[in-house]
């Protein structure tokens, strides 16, 4: 049996412990490390081999760790998301100690690393995207807003820069009442934004734009080193429900953000509709949390980007029939490590790093 490709993650979300499943589901053995500053984080307890990272790095300070951790565990292939921008401006150095890379280039990450600049790149490209304003005062929002409701439509905000919806509000005029604390509301009314954009001490940097309702279809991808499409299987999300989809008004528009970037290996490009039509509303440089559910298709990109970070071509044929058309999610218990070490349980050492 051949030795097996040591893979790590670094300081991932929780959903990549459906990542790990599928890197064990090659048809070649894989050594999953796995890096957190949580503790109780469940991908410590899926891997083969988890480490506590240190928590208060600079972004350069954070590359030189990862130059050590690799070279003293012989990773074959790192797979960043924290400082994914100034780990890839060190491809060389990693490449030098026979580690490769499987995220994209730094020109591409740095395009989506703010919303902004992305949407000015899509918008540059041809490529649809929503109505926006990037907002920095009170008199910045009004201002949005007005132009959005004056076409129809509700506004919403969200931070420049974040991840998986953190800072998303729908912004509204309707006074708080107690029907406002039942349920899950995200709403937040327009002028206690402003004040509060007109008392804050530190600038802001928001984005103002329409909001766009389901159905949300998630593009997941994956390219070469050189940015050409290889796979690409849209998820359809709205409420409970999920399809696939490989509709073409999807695809296309995805294929052409990853190749006009050079977006290597695996990314996603996110879309909601606009009178009908798709738009795209982001792009991330990373994995989806719900890449993992392209198993029902048939297809394993996490190994697939592996294979293409070893110098390999991957197979990505799937059936023109894509298996499970419908289904849904159901949340199930995830392990933890034990809170005293060594963790022991059969899960290989755990390495605390200061």
């Not at 030098?96 to 540059?124: E, H, M, R, V």
């Amino acid at each position: 049996m051949s030795a097996p490709v040591r893979v790590w993650l670094n300081r991932t979300y929780a959903e990549n412990v459906f990542f790990i499943e599928q890197l064990r589901a090659a048809p070649r053995p894989v050594l999953v490390h796995a890096t957190h500053v949580d503790a109780d984080s469940p991908v410590l307890a899926a891997a083969d081999h988890a480490a506590l990272e240190p928590g208060d790095l600079t972004p350069d300070a954070y590359v030189a760790y990862a130059l050590d951790y690799c070279a003293r565990h012989s990773i074959d292939v790192f797979l960043p998301r924290l400082n994914q921008l100034a780990i890839s401006l060190h491809h060389q150095e990693f490449e030098a100690i026979g580690t490769a890379l499987a995220c994209p280039p730094a020109t591409a990450i740095a395009a989506f690393d703010s919303k902004a600049d992305g949407y000015a790149a899509l918008a540059a490209a041809g490529l649809p995207t929503p109505p926006w304003w990037q907002v920095r005062s009170a008199s910045d929002l009004l201002t949005a807003v007005d132009r959005i409701e004056a076409a129809g439509l509700t506004a919403c905000l969200k931070p420049v820069s974040g991840a998986g919806g953190e800072g998303f509000r729908v912004l509204t005029r309707e006074p708080f009442g107690l029907h406002r604390l039942a349920g899950w509301d995200s709403r937040v009314q327009v002028e206690q934004v402003a004040a509060a954009l007109d008392a804050a001490d530190e600038p802001a940097d928001l984005l103002v734009m329409p909001f766009l309702d389901g159905p949300e279809v998630s593009v997941d991808c994956l390219a070469d080193r050189d940015g050409t499409l290889l796979a690409a299987v849209g998820r359809s999300k709205h409420r409970r429900r999920r399809s696939f989809t490989t509709a073409p008004r999807y695809l296309e528009p995805a294929r052409r953000v990853v190749e006009s970037t050079g977006m290597a290996f695996l990314s996603n490009v996110q879309f909601r509709h606009l009178a009908g039509e798709p738009i795209v509303i982001d792009v991330n440089t990373r994995p989806s949390g719900g890449l993992h559910q392209l198993r029902l298709c048939g297809l394993n990109l996490p190994w697939n980007a592996v294979q293409l970070a070893l110098g390999e071509r991957p197979d990505t044929d799937w059936p023109e029939e894509l298996a499970a058309t419908e289904y849904t999610l159901v949340a199930g218990i995830q392990p933890v490590l034990p809170r005293e070490v060594p963790f022991g349980l059969g899960l290989g050492p755990v390495e605390l790093v200061h």
